[in-house]
């Protein structure tokens, strides 16, 4: 089992940069695929992007593709998210997840994963 607990929301004007954190627990960070995901109250879950285990392979939704760049760093049993260029519409709770499992494939769904952060909220102004 994993916990997870995300850092690094605020706020900030539209164009500007934010990087969230999403620490683990544990011992086999490195055991695990992580994602990012956000919502807004009243939507459903939206994908935003997702790294392996091994940090080799990454994917990203349309909505942030070449604005946001997610990385990890299992010495430190830490994943972020860099987020450039942000818009209003990027506005939400931002939340990591874990999905146990030594494998390239990238899952981009949130019921593929079993482990959830608390979320850390994001507030993009125009």
């Known amino acids: 089992q994993v916990q997870l607990v995300e850092s690094g929301g605020g706020v900030v004007q539209a164009g500007g940069s934010l990087r969230l954190s999403c620490a683990a627990s544990?011992?086999?960070?490195?055991?695990?695929?992580m994602g990012w995901f956000r919502q807004d109250p009243g939507k459903e879950r939206e994908f935003v992007a997702a790294?392996?285990?091994?940090?080799?392979?990454?994917f990203y939704g349309d909505s942030v593709k070449g604005r946001f760049t997610i990385s990890r760093d299992n010495a430190k049993n830490t994943v972020y998210l860099q987020m450039n260029s942000l818009k209003p519409e990027d506005t939400a709770a931002y939340y990591c997840a874990a999905r146990s499992g030594r494998t390239t494939v990238i899952f981009t769904t949130p019921t593929a994963y079993a482990y959830w952060g608390q979320g850390t909220q994001v507030t993009v102004s125009s």
């Open positions: 544990g011992r086999t960070f490195d055991n695990y695929a």
């Open positions: 790294i392996s285990w091994s940090g080799g392979r990454v």
